[in-house]
């Protein structure tokens, strides 16, 4: 079958690689209908993380199960399942506590010489514990918006599970990347009063307003903690959403942050300090992590099939999978937020 | 009158210093009861934090109300009341959110000129939304558990709802000084069922037991780190109350701790380096700070006044106000936990 490999900075390749098959009887492979490209999947990309030449690459799918182990019980051939991007026993204390992404058995999806989602087929791990099926399988339009499930509005949910966010509140998103916007619209779903996001990018400027952002902030660093200070008075934000993992990012979000606010991050921090001090002085609490998505996949899939929330806008450009590498170069040029890929 | 001030490192002197007098109206003058030292105040005492001399120090109390301005309307003159460490309005944003430690309007108690809880009266300022009082005069003997309630046995309580325990829970305490045995104190009327003291120390072992610990845990860093995980199977803590502040304590709570749950920090943080990476990959929170102790006290006033609680037992000394200086070395040097004044 043909799969995205990644060889070396800005070398993404389409690349023959073995089929699939059954390894273990907890497996199932998956012929994917939907893949996309992560913007964790741009730092190898960038050389910005270690590349090992020839590793797969890409973790969201969406996709028909084609073959199940002996011990599979929860899907079966034909059912139409999302693929969170990690792989979770569902046994275990830390799944059964909710954080699948802590799984004490867990395995990675896409990498090394695991198939990802950037394929044709991939064989899932831990079937049981990881893939969730639709009823029926879904029409088409509804696929981009159940692939998100995958990662990125799983992961915006979690950010604003995090940041325990509450009907009423005003929170502040930090970050307009498609998790970013994600959790914009996670924040209004569970009923967030006034929404801002912090973006200077008309685009998605237009996803978060599209999402039910009541404000956006175009400015940075201290400007955008003034915005956000004039906007609540002086007090803050009660939920912040710290969905990029800089210094910079993580400064903006204890700055907005009131007294007794969480900031619920989902951004992989890269050289961040937290401030303690602050923190402590002003009661302000951190949470957050990598995302079990698939513990509130169940919620969000009856969420998108019912169209309450439709995060598959945050799409703005869908390639065959031939085009993998365009896709990438897009993403890397901030052509396009986010790039759905048919095999 | 006489009150507590500090001079050099290691010079805590009784001193002579103006009679507090009402000077705005939402002042209250306290005629106090019993006082005491806290662990923070031998910051200054060793030298750890700058000293101007002559400063006022102490900032723990309860007491008599002895006069009130013109506009207190909580309080009056007779009322034994609890003072907070801290003097908040009340009806700022962040005191109605139940954070008065980061009231708009803070006063601090003791410090500078203000006065403190280590001498013969005290003016209080914010008096109603700073004080609370007792239905009547209690009995002599419930004076150091109320004392406890103006900051150690609160900032435990503070410790434990930041982790969020949750009955059923098996909590760990890092920190064995008074706050942290308070902090177990706090962990067991939550109803945790596993309570993990660390703890070396032999007198501090017995309080903890007292106060409901069901273990104690003598080893610290790695060895302590073993031992916990030995005893949740390897799965950690399902709450963490980080009482000491240090680099070292913060390691240990973030070692210990279970995915998904949250390290509660009351103690001051001194030097740490938090672990954003150890806590992204495990979903680790952490959250605490300046205890808004309160918004505990009517709470923990009536476990106090019932018999439900009685956190006074961390008082191992009780001194005249005049042997202040005693007070200060025995803490200093170990001798004693907490030593409780009597003016």
Redesign the interface.
Known sequence: MRAATIHAPFDVRLSEVPDPVIEKPTDAVVKIVAGCICGSDLWPYRGENAITPGSRIGHEMVGLVEEIGADVRTVRPGDFVVVPFVASDGTC??CL???Q??C?NIVGIGGGQHDGGQGEYARIPWADGTLVATPEVPDDELVPSLLTLSDVMGTGWHAAR?ARVRAGDTVVVVGDGAVGLCGVLAAVRMGAERVVALSRHEPRQKIARDFGATHIVAERGDAARDAILELT???GADAVLECVGTDQSFRTAFAIA???A?VG?VG??HG???P??T????????????A?TRAYLPELMKDVLTGAIEPGLVFDQELPLADVADGYKSMHERRAIKTLLRP
């Open positions: 204390p830390n506590a909710g954080y992404s802590v004490q995090s008075d002086g007090v009131r007294a007794g969480t991050f992989i921090p961040v300090e937290v303690a001090r923190m402590f002085s002003r009661n302000i609490g951190l949470a957050g992590g990598v079990p």
